[in-house]
């Protein structure tokens, strides 16, 4: 798989019938390593182990339902009180982050309404805070 910009982490892999699997520490099972999974587990490491968030905190790939439809978002981090901290939307390493990708995690929060977003393709990460009152977006070098 390709390098990301992220640090370097171990993971557990395995094969099965000529296809690789990675070990998702939240789900407890593995998962077919797909270039967006890949992103997806660096993610969820980089939330455990250089951010050190607490794994009972953090759903991953949960349902979550917009205008009437099943959708699926990638990653959830939750305050204590169980409102959403950071909503996660993760892309694989070739797709280009655009405004569609914006429009995506834009219409997941809209029902979820986390304190942050991410999103990442695993070579560009975007963060911002969201500013309810006024309505805006304000873009950081990181997320907290």
């Not at 939750?78 to 914006?102: A, D």
Request: charged share 25%; hydrophobic share 35%.
């Amino acid at each position: 798989m390709q390098q990301l910009n992220f640090p370097s982490f171990q993971f557990r892999f395995k094969n099965s019938e000529n296809k690789l699997y990675i070990f998702d520490e939240i789900r407890k099972k593995f998962f077919l390593l797909t270039p967006e999974e890949w992103v997806r587990q660096h993610v969820l490491h980089y939330f455990l182990y250089v951010k050190k968030y607490t794994r009972s905190y953090i759903n991953v790939e949960k349902i979550v339902k917009i205008n009437g439809q099943n959708k699926r978002y990638d990653l959830v981090l939750h305050n204590s009180n169980g409102t959403i901290h950071i909503l996660v939307e993760c892309k694989e390493p070739n797709v280009k982050i655009s405004q569609q990708t914006f429009d995506q995690i834009a219409r997941y929060n809209g029902v979820l309404n986390a304190d942050y977003l991410m999103v990442t393709n695993g070579l560009d990460h975007y963060y911002c805070k969201l500013d309810y009152v006024n309505e805006v977006y304000h873009f950081l070098n990181d997320i907290p």
